[in-house]
């Protein structure tokens, strides 16, 4: 399990890339456009002057801008004074909600894989992370309820969901929400779901809010960043929403980690979010294109990638090259073929862990995405 001052394999391979000069297809780090008329904003507003502290719970344009994403999207209704708090990026909001609702003998639950940050936050707030394995369904991933069920102990307290999910692509399904949201509300779980792709989700597929089923909106904190929604992950703008206590509870551990952060951003992502859709449709078409190219070239270099519904990750089994660790195919890729990936073991724990898949990035720009399925070409 990685701990909380372990280097992160993003610094390991983005310096790799760095180094060789690979194609990068590591971290999820886009190189698509922002909409315009959100830099123009920012340009303004830093050039207007606004560049101090914003309140600590956030720009209020930009909590009313969330809870009413909220509203017309999943039918949330919200308080923006007491119940949104803006976070630096959903990591912060991640870091925040572990630290303010778990401590030491408490467990938290996550379906593995999981995003790396969430066992380095279980340690920092000194829980144990207790990995439930997803399970591999077709060419897919699948809830596996009974791993979930076995997992529930006294000392259960929290569970971290993320869907649309890191690194697996997979958006969780109304049935399967459902079951997750029944062994929380019978076992009186805390849910922190982090939902940092809401709106990359392709094929028709369709983001469905934990919060949004009975009996858990009094129970969930909702993450999410404008990051991933309008390619800006440098910005570290992320945003919780949910009941007015535990959102309180996460801004008073907030106080003390950043108290507040990205005023000119914030104020231009609230006027961004009440236009969400139609820059949604047009990032989600560029972004279904570039993975179905990867697609392409991961198949015509010998591996066969999973499904993946949303977000910027494609996974694939590299055995057929040849390797049964995907670390050390990671290690080895820039020399082999110019590429970087990462290793899916970063965010595996489980003892059933499947070493040997590694995680390719999709969210680049077409012709980027084309060179590296030539380079990975070599590999076939
Ligand atoms: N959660 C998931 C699942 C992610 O993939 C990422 C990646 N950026 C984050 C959280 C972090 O989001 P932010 O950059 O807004 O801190
Ligand atoms: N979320 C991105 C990824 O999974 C980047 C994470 C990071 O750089 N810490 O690749």
């Known amino acids: 399990m990685p701990r909380a001052n372990e280097t992160s394999i993003f610094t390991e391979m983005t310096e790799l890339a760095h180094r060789t000069g690979a194609v990068n297809l590591g971290q999820g780090v886009p190189d698509l456009a922002a909409p315009p008329q959100l830099l123009a904003d920012v340009a303004d507003a830093v050039l207007a002057g606004r560049n101090q502290y914003p309140p600590a719970a956030g720009h209020p344009a930009l909590r009313a801008a969330v ?22 990026g959903a990591t912060e909001a991640l870091a925040a909600a572990c630290l303010a609702l778990t401590g030491p003998g408490d467990e938290i639950l996550a379906f593995d894989p999981c995003y790396d940050a969430y066992p380095a936050d279980a340690g920092l707030s000194g829980a144990s992370l207790v990995a439930v394995p997803l399970a591999v369904a077709g060419d897919g991933f699948a809830l596996d309820l009974d791993a979930l069920r076995a997992a529930l102990t006294p000392r259960s307290r929290l569970l971290l969901l993320n869907s649309p999910h890191n690194p697996t692509g997979k958006v969780f399904m109304p049935d399967e929400l459902a079951a997750i949201a029944e062994l929380c509300v019978a076992h009186g779980l805390t849910v922190v779901t982090d939902e ?3 709106h990359l989700v392709y094929d028709g597929a369709r983001h469905l809010p934990i919060a949004t089923l009975p009996g858990m909106r009094e129970r969930t904190l909702t993450i999410s960043s404008a990051g991933k929604t309008f390619s800006v992950t440098g910005w570290k ?45 047009e990032l989600r078409a560029t972004l279904t294109a570039g993975r179905d190219l990867l697609a392409a070239g991961l198949g015509a270099a010998g591996l066969t990638p999973y499904r993946a519904d949303a977000g910027y990750f494609l996974q694939a089994d590299v055995r057929p090259w040849g390797f049964g660790d995907g670390l050390r195919l990671c290690r080895q890729l820039p020399e082999l073929a110019g590429v970087v990936a990462i290793p899916t073991s970063a965010f595996q724990r489980g003892a059933d862990a499947a070493p040997w898949l590694v995680r390719f990035s999709f969210c680049r720009r077409h012709e980027v995405l084309a060179e590296a399925a030539d380079r990975l070409a070599a590999l076939a």
Do not use: C, F, M, N
């Not at 809870?67 to 630096?88: F, K, S």
């Not at 551990?253 to 236009?275: C, D, H």
């Open 196 to 198: 940092v792709y809401e």
């Open 237 to 281: 703008v992320g945003w919780v929403s949910g009941p007015a206590e535990l959102v309180a509870a996460v801004a008073s551990v907030k106080q003390w980690l950043t108290y507040a952060s990205g005023a000119p951003y914030q104020e231009a992502i609230a006027r961004a979010l009440g236009t969400v859709d139609a820059w949604a449709a």
């Open 67 to 88: 809870a009413e994403h909220q509203r017309t999207h999943y039918g949330l209704a919200l308080d923006p004074a007491t119940e949104v708090l803006v976070t630096t």
